[in-house]
């Protein structure tokens, strides 16, 4: 039987998704929460794809984590599951160079390939505590099925914490990234209206963030995010009437909140 073949960012993906299957029985859930890109990946239908990922993380000590991670990723067996994927080899961070400090434990990762690529992802847990409603949940069915990969359950923040998490992002980076805008595109259409009551976020900052994401130019877009959707997705999206649809849709959605 031929093996299939996955292209960059799915292999990303499955590396993801079994360290973090690694991780739930390394740890208690309550100790950790899946936010950002990945999140909307495995919860929320996005069809963009992460290089890297980012959890939230509390409780646990940082000597405590830093040893879960590491152990996970210098087990045999861990990089074993992997192989039938196309990831021959996992080389973890040289952890004396990594950041482990008690606001933020940086991963830097190398997943050398059967094809002979040296593919980089990072894991990044942020130690300031959560921001949001965690929930504990199974991963999308259709995510898993993809690779052929049994159920998953991951704590993670809720579509109304990633909306404001975005909603922040938008407002507090000093260089906006297209990709909150994406992301918020992909979020407001999940959002009940009842939810949006919990979105805490002033008049003054929501008409900061329309006016941020509204000078956001397609180029940008083009550049940054279309790199990180599959072939299909980049054919429709390459569009730069869509790309000012979307802004249109986000900016809305924001001017909503602020009456």
Known sequence: ??????????????FHLEFLRWLGRKIKVEYYALKGGVNLRFFFKSIRYSEDMDLDAQKI??????EAVITILNTPSFQEHLIPFGIVKVIPPDIKKAKQTETTQRFKVHLLTSSGEDLFTKIEFSRRGFKGRVVVQPVS????????LSP?????YDVQSAINQKIEAVITRSVIQPRDIFDLHVLIPQCNPADT???????????????????VGFEQFRDTVLSYLSQEEQSMYNSKDLWDEIKLRVTSFIEQLQK
Do not use: C, W
């Open 61 to 66: 000590k940082v000597e405590e984590l830093k």
């Open 197 to 215: 009551e919990g979105i805490q976020i002033n008049s003054a900052k929501l008409k900061m963030a329309s006016e941020r994401i509204l000078g």
């Open 141 to 148: 069915s259709a995510v898993l099925r993809a690779y052929t």
């Open 1 to 14: 039987m031929k093996r299939k073949i996955y292209d960059f960012l799915q292999l990303r993906e499955i």
């Open 152 to 156: 998953l359950i991951v704590p993670h």
